[in-house]
């Protein structure tokens, strides 16, 4: 943890001072990304100490053959890697002929990097002395455009301090880049062509085996004194690489800057032979706009997003940039146009972990995206799934299953297992239940029920179908079990009737029955068209539910709770508190043998089942729970605070709740886990999200109406968020003693505000 | 499994027809080795079919960096891998400057290969006729010399057939070899010098990392119809490899012979720093010998070898090779000599599997070579384990573990751990067990307590407190229990409470007292120096027993079993004869999940415990244990039927017993898994030996007089072995009906015989 890194502030991420330990943090932490693609916040000038090099595509992977000490049938061949992509931000300078390079130079001082989140905007600003004695002041600022989002922009100035120079830029593409995380060394990309025309270069590259072609370009514009001057661009090229040069004699104390833009165009947005046409067209489009005007879009952009979407808190800085920070990075990573993407675990800030979805998306990033935009973005999430249901029923194939069951995969790229670890691979099933639980979720939010006839049911009935056949009848216990499983806590691997498993498969199945039931009642056509295609018989459907009415759940009498799974009390029951802190984190200091038998919890396990069916439980029973296994939980998953911290509030423990908060919201700004510099935490970003909205402020969906139940830590002043519900934006301000709505438009709402209805009036501030 | 490509007979293993694709299994079978070193069966010829290629110095391995998926705390960052070493059998032959290969001449013939057990050698013969139209006849004949170690011999014969022939023999070293098995395809061999003396060749070369030096060597002799002719050889060598070329003009029907000589000398034996004279030495030596007076020799060493250790079979040649095979194996691979060797599960004829020592050594190899050598063979086995102490307490440190815990590896080649599956390496720790069980049967068997006091008694102590700090005290049952295990039976990972692991540490656990007092009255000495250097204390050994009064074992009143873990009832209790014979072997059809929840048995578990602990038990609980577990054992490691057959002659079951026993005896001649190319599954041929010793003869050590229960067979006429018990070896001849009993030297001996007490005098058949 380092909490003196980063500065606070409201609205940017603020570094000062050079220290090379740091720049691979930072890299991550500065990074930036417009959904359609991100970057490391890498230098544009050469840098020869320790960087991790990445920029990123969305939807452009790698299936990297898959590497193990001991294979197990069913393992996956391939899998899905983050790829880095061809780097188009390189700029190198040099000086009167020498290279500047922060890791060699004499000196660097007054160094800064803002990332401004407000407006969506990189910037870095040094002086450095080099070598052969000329001092230089550098400020550079760049942004990937949310309007063109094929185009980043660089504007990159060089100020002689001490004397006149000859300055060089040499703006460049190079494709041959390598991916940090990789299996085998493999290489990624072909390279089918490198173009330069005039002012402008091109490479056209396509990826090995998957086959994305992309192309990737540049042009550059250049000014002394803000004034645009002409200079021949010397054009060189390699088989992977087209760079231009342009040469200058700059007087001391003159600004002589580059704009430089460039970017990447793919074929699923384009014809795949005409990709130099697409990509001229979008670098034509943006030089002509220029960087100012482009980056007056940006800020307008951001605004629009910050509206709805922007958490405030007042009295309480760091926690102001910490959610700001997450809000920020869940939008660079995804904006919901796509069915095809998702939100990968490190967004557009690393590669670490293979594909880009887990069960993350469903069970944490879909409250965020249906509360802060329209709801055809968590739609698209959905479809995401419904698109993988033939993939998700071959994996579960695989896997000996029949019948149309589907498990879908651990993590996944285009619906492929991208996982080798057999304990999650085949046995953390439970992410099956997540994927039918956001479609129920979907619902409830957004009252939007048509979809599921159209796609959700299908995926409900494949879901279903895998639970009927993963269980197994205990003549011993004389019910259905369970056997076999990794729950959420990954910290159990292969138990028995994990509680929560067990109970989201009983779930899942009543819920496939029941939406059998209404769209054989309500969308005819559609369960003709369902029933034909997955040839469901009522002798099956009753056969689900004698599992569903005659499932297994561990329990104690004594402890009068749900075991976490069978055996959970044979444990050496030491709680945390209790525990040496020594042995902390207990993942880098124990052997995986001595954690599993121990009996810590890695996230919510049981208590995720009680957030995510809260209104099957009494606030009692959650408090027993929470204090029967929050004691053994060590939260070493950036997913466990969040959950915690919204049962903490409910259960008004509010220093708790407050303590779970700052965990989650400032994880990756203090680098809680000493690991930033390999990526950011994305998805967990919107439990933080959750912790404010469905923690303190209470926030639940209760028969169709928004209710919330707002409570503030003492720490704050107050804060306010905004939700769309129901395409009606309601603005909630928690002050300490009371509570302001408000809501957008000109329909009034009615809300339940610890249970009280009340009708919110547009344009009148409502107190509660 | 191929019944019909190895022909039966009673000493040999005989191949006829050449078949490329057979090539790689046969490599296998008719492997060679003295203990010292060992070869698959690859041609000296060249071949540019499909081959594997593999030569083995005993106890010399590389430090393999490990590959896993997902890296765990604990994994070994290295480990130890069979080594395939300079290749010094490598004849190559010219014909007319045609280069001959099996797979490219136009037609090979009369193609046949004989490893003649009985002599101990390989012989190869066959006729070809090459692309340049010339036919000849080849023959030959290779060993590895038991009594000269370092030297193997080769005999290699051509005859022109169809015309007179330009012949030249080019014999080769050749350093520049790789592994089969790799992790990263590393180099792991330096060649340091290569050297030619006039007739003689010689390489030296020493492992990366490791560095073990060694020297390869070889020099040839030449005749011309038995006549020996000295031509000049023409030497040449490249970085790596050397060579010499011996041309000679070969009328049609005169056969061109050569003799050579090869082999390594190592650093284990002589002065890193004079290895050429060493192996200068020894070719000097076995070149004086000739090729016909070692081969003398080598009959006379085999003699001696199968004197005690052979097993007849009267009545069925296929059972009587499959022994002998088996036996024959063994002594290949390790003739107890050197404590720092040890017996490989694949032995000198593949590579798969790291390492060289599991826990097959303590439970299934100790008791035959106990029996068929001298009892200083099994004490050198027991000392390697010593000589591991302090690895082994290291590893467990690494785990957690304290105070002098010792955790043996899975596998080993120098006492570090050669394994990277968590619930393996971490988990499948009753391998302890068998360690500390090793050292209670050779004292069983032979009497010699010297061993405990000498060394034993420290291993006991560490394995006693390893047990005692894995166990941890459930508050629920009130009982010690051991969470995450993985017993003999691989096919469940993690589980709790597995049976044979609890009985066999609470075992451990009281021998270790027991024997701490015996050493205390008996041998104080030994005691004060070991109780000095473990610190033991009074308090320390009533926890111990603590814990071993107070284990807990699964129990099923229903069934009246002990379960094999916790939780086993829960399973769907389909029998192994109701399973789809689709879906066997299931390690191959099911993903590894579907096996884990399974009931299926890999092999003898909760049985193997009633194996080692039979006195512990009725026959009756047996019979009903055994009726409970095997009917769901798959028996899909080769080291099931053998305790299987064991434990059904115990029950009078001799047809399933027989089964059991055809199983295991052919496994590779039969090519049962369809792996045999691999290499052979030399650990379990000692089970082999142990289904007809224990198993049919139902030999037991009772209160020290070795008892015999003798059934046959209904197929056999008769069998017959030898046991050396306590120096006297007695030789048992079981026939339909009667048993004779003989004993050699001049001492009588008591045995039992289905519990009478027998007097068997020397030179004197006894009936029983």
């Known amino acids: 943890m380092n909490q003196d890194y980063i500065q606070p502030n409201a609205w940017s991420i603020l570094e000062e001072g050079f220290n090379a330990e740091r720049v691979k943090s930072s890299e991550s932490l500065f990074s930036i990304g417009n959904g359609a693609m991100g970057q490391r916040a890498n230098f544009e000038e050469k840098y020869t100490g320790p960087t991790f090099q990445g920029s990123y595509i969305a939807g452009v992977y790698y299936p990297d053959k898959t590497r193990v000490g ?20 390189g700029i190198n300078v040099k000086i009167n002929d020498e290279e500047l390079d922060l890791h060699i130079c004499k000196s660097v001082s007054k160094f800064k990097r803002e990332l401004n989140m407000q407006e969506g905007w990189l910037a870095r ?91 990737t370009f540049m042009q550059s514009r250049l000014f002394i004194n803000q004034e645009e001057i002409l200079i021949d661009c010397d054009n060189e090229k390699t088989e992977k690489t087209a760079l231009c040069n342009y040469q200058q004699q700059v007087k001391k104390n003159e600004t002589y800057t580059i704009h430089k833009f460039g970017g990447y165009v793919v074929d699923r947005n384009h ?24 980056l007056e879009t940006q800020k307008n952009s951001w605004a629009q997003i910050w509206h709805t979407s922007d958490i405030t808190i007042e009295g309480d800085v760091k926690a102001q940039q910490g959610i700001r920070f997450n809000i920020f990075q869940l939008n660079q990573t995804y904006l919901g146009t796509d069915a095809s993407l998702n939100i990968g675990p490190k967004g557009f800030t690393g590669e670490k972990y293979g594909g880009s979805t887990y069960w993350d998306t469903e069970a944490y990033c879909i409250p965020f995206y249906m509360a802060t935009k329209d709801q055809s973005v968590a739609r698209t999430l959905l479809e995401y799934r419904y698109n993988h249901l033939d993939k998700a029923i071959e994996n579960a194939e695989k896997l000996g299953f029949t019948n149309g069951a589907a498990l879908y995969p651990m993590v996944t790229m285009n619906g492929e297992e991208c996982h080798n670890e057999w304990e999650i691979t085949f046995e953390e099933i439970h992410r099956n239940g997540a994927i039918a639980f956001a479609i129920y979720n979907y619902f409830r939010y ?40 990794t729950g959420p806590n990954e910290y159990e691997n292969n138990v028995n009737n994990n509680w929560y498993t067990n109970y989201i498969a009983k779930w899942c199945i009543e819920y496939a029955l029941e939406n059998i039931e209404t769209v054989k009642i309500d969308h005819i056509s559609d369960y003709i068209r369902i029933k034909e295609k997955t040839n469901f018989t009522d002798e099956e459907l009753s056969s689900w539910k004698n599992v569903s009415d005659n499932m297994y759940f561990p329990h104690s009498e004594k402890h009068n709770v749900f075991l976490q799974q069978d055996g959970f009390l044979d444990k050496e029951l030491i709680t945390v508190e209790d525990l040496d802190k020594s042995q902390r984190p207990i993942n880098q200091k124990w052997s995986w043998d001595r954690i599993l038998r121990s009996p810590y919890i890695k996230q919510a396990d049981t208590l995720q089942g009680f957030y995510m069916f809260e209104d099957h439980f009494s606030t009692e029973e959650l408090e ?5 296994y929050e004691p053994f939980t060590v939260h070493e998953s950036s997913l466990s605070p969040c959950v915690h911290s919204i049962q903490a509030a409910k259960l008004d423990r509010m220093d708790q709740a407050y303590t779970f908060y700052l965990r989650t919201s400032r994880l990756d700004l203090d680098d809680y886990n000493h690991e930033v510099e390999e990526g950011l935490h994305i998805t967990s970003m919107a439990g933080t999200w959750m912790s404010i909205v469905e923690g303190f402020a209470g926030m639940r969906v209760v028969e169709n109406t928004l209710s919330f139940a707002p409570k503030i830590p003492k720490q704050w002043k107050s804060f306010s968020f905004k939700v769309n519900f129901r395409n009606q934006v309601i603005k909630v301000n928690v002050q300490q003693g009371e509570t302001y709505f408000e809501v957008e438009g000109n329909q009034e709402i009615k809300i339940l505000v610890n249970g009280d209805l009340k009708t919110i009036s547009p344009n009148s501030l409502k107190t509660a």
């Open 70 to 89: 001991w294979w197990k049938n069913g393992y996956p061949e391939y899998f899905a890697k983050v790829l880095n992509a061809p780097n188009w931000i």
């Open 125 to 215: 600003s040094f002086e450095a002395e080099l070598q052969n004695g000329i001092k230089i002041k550098v400020d550079t600022k760049r942004f990937l455009s949310l309007e063109l989002d094929e185009v980043g922009v660089i504007n990159y100035n060089v100020t002689p301090l001490n004397s006149d120079a000859k300055i060089t830029y040499t703006p460049y593409l190079d494709a041959s880049i390598t991916n940090e995380d990789t299996n085998w060394d493999d290489q990624f990309w072909d390279v089918l062509n490198v173009t330069q025309n005039n002012q402008q270069s091109f490479i056209e590259a396509k990826t090995m085996k998957t086959e994305f072609h992309t192309c």
């Open 271 to 294: 014809d795949k032979n005409a990709l130099v046409a697409a990509a001229k067209e979008a670098l034509d489009k943006a030089v002509s706009f220029g960087f100012d005007a482009m």
């Open 446 to 485: 957004t009252n939007d029920y048509s979809y599921i006839p159209e796609k959700g049911l299908e995926v409900l009935i494949g879901i279903a179908r895998f639970w009927h056949q993963r269980v197994n009848f205990s003549m011993d216990k004389r019910k259905f079990v369970m056997l076999g499983v």
């Open 624 to 628: 027993r729970h929470f204090d029967f």
